[in-house]
């Protein structure tokens, strides 16, 4: 079992900047590959950024640029820095790991991107 908790959601002004962080149990936390999704209101949800256990990392293209996937293997955490936030960026944000072939999910956080 696996489980993950997210952090760092809020309301910011468009252009604002919010770090989003993933805890998660487990020792060997420093082989999963990590993702963050996000879901809108009426959308599917769709995969904003991944890491490998190596480092390596892809992004959507939208947020490109702008937002930034890290790890701290020491700290089992994963985070999302966003930056030049958009009020498109409004939704709720998971964070995901396979392990397995079994998905797990935390429970989501808000970030809200208004004026």
């Known amino acids: 079992q696996v489980q993950l908790v997210e952090s760092g959601g809020g309301l910011v002004q468009p252009g604002g900047s919010l770090r989003l962080s993933c805890a998660a149990s487990?020792?060997?936390?420093?082989?999963?590959?990590m993702g963050w999704y996000r879901q809108a209101p009426g959308k599917q949800r769709e995969l904003v950024a991944s890491i490998t256990s190596g480092g390596s990392t892809n992004y959507l293209d939208s947020v490109k640029g702008r937002f930034t996937i890290s790890r701290d293997n020491a700290k089992n955490t994963v985070y999302l820095q966003m930056n030049s936030l958009k009020p498109e960026d409004t939704a709720v944000y998971y964070c995901n790991t396979v392990v397995t072939f079994k998905y797990y999910w935390g429970q989501g956080t808000q970030v809200t991107v208004s004026s």
């Open positions: 487990g020792s060997i936390f420093r082989l999963y590959a």
